[in-house]
């Protein structure tokens, strides 16, 4: 089993930055996929930025303004997000890919106009 535990979110203008960080416990291995997906009112959840040793993907609607890194000995994914966007407040769910996918309860982001 794997246990994710989001934190970071919150209110911010448009234009602004915030920082999400998720980490991780259980068996997970630096090989499997980690990331941060996102679920706007009456929209489906979509992939947001992931990250594995050999890549990282991005949204288009976030590519230049959203960064992923990982720490891997810790077990932590960071979502960096800048130059945000009204379109951008959603609940933001981190994610692990192992023998199945495990979700945390997710952190609530809202930018204001």
């Known amino acids: 089993q794997v246990q994710l535990v989001e934190s970071g979110g919150g209110l911010v203008q448009a234009g602004g930055s915030l920082r999400l960080s998720c980490a991780a416990s259980g068996i997970l291995y630096a090989t499997n996929t980690m990331g941060w997906y996102r679920q706007a009112p009456g929209k489906e959840r979509e992939l947001v930025a992931s990250?594995?040793?050999?890549?990282?993907d991005y949204a288009d609607s976030v590519k230049g303004r959203f960064t992923i890194t990982r720490e891997y000995a810790k077990k932590v994914v960071i979502l960096q997000m800048d130059s945000l966007k009204p379109e951008d407040t959603a609940i933001y769910y981190c994610h692990a890919r192992t023998y199945k996918d495990f979700w945390g309860k997710g952190t609530q982001v809202t930018v204001s106009p």
């Open positions: 990250i594995k040793p050999s890549s990282t």
